[in-house]
């Protein structure tokens, strides 16, 4: 799986993507409520491509909540020159 960045040097990666939004619909599909789950990414690019590949899926539409995580990793990211 090849990492990416996009205009704003934010980091992506498609197959990590497409593997999360799997997972989330192989948990809806054997009971799990689709407001339980989460996927949590620290890259804003990763989020826009998360959101656009959950928008496909109409199980997946509306469904479950991509966010970013800005508490506790910003500062060790900042720290280790990530964005």
């Given at each position: 799986?090849?990492?990416k960045?996009?205009?704003e040097e934010s980091i992506l990666n498609e197959g990590e993507a497409e593997i999360a939004i799997a997972h989330a619909r192989r948990l809806?599909?054997?009971?799990?409520?689709a407001?339980?789950?989460g996927v949590?990414?620290?890259?804003?690019a990763q989020i826009?491509?998360?959101?656009v590949l959950r928008t496909k899926d109409?199980?997946?539409?509306?469904?479950?909540?991509?966010?970013?995580?800005?508490?506790?990793?910003?500062?060790?990211m900042l720290f280790q020159g990530f964005q």
């Open positions: 799986m090849e990492e960045k996009d205009e809806i599909q054997s009971g799990v409520h407001s339980d789950i949590i990414t620290p890259y804003s826009v491509l998360l959101r109409d199980k997946l539409k509306k469904s479950f909540i991509v966010t970013l995580q800005l508490a506790l990793t910003k500062r060790y």
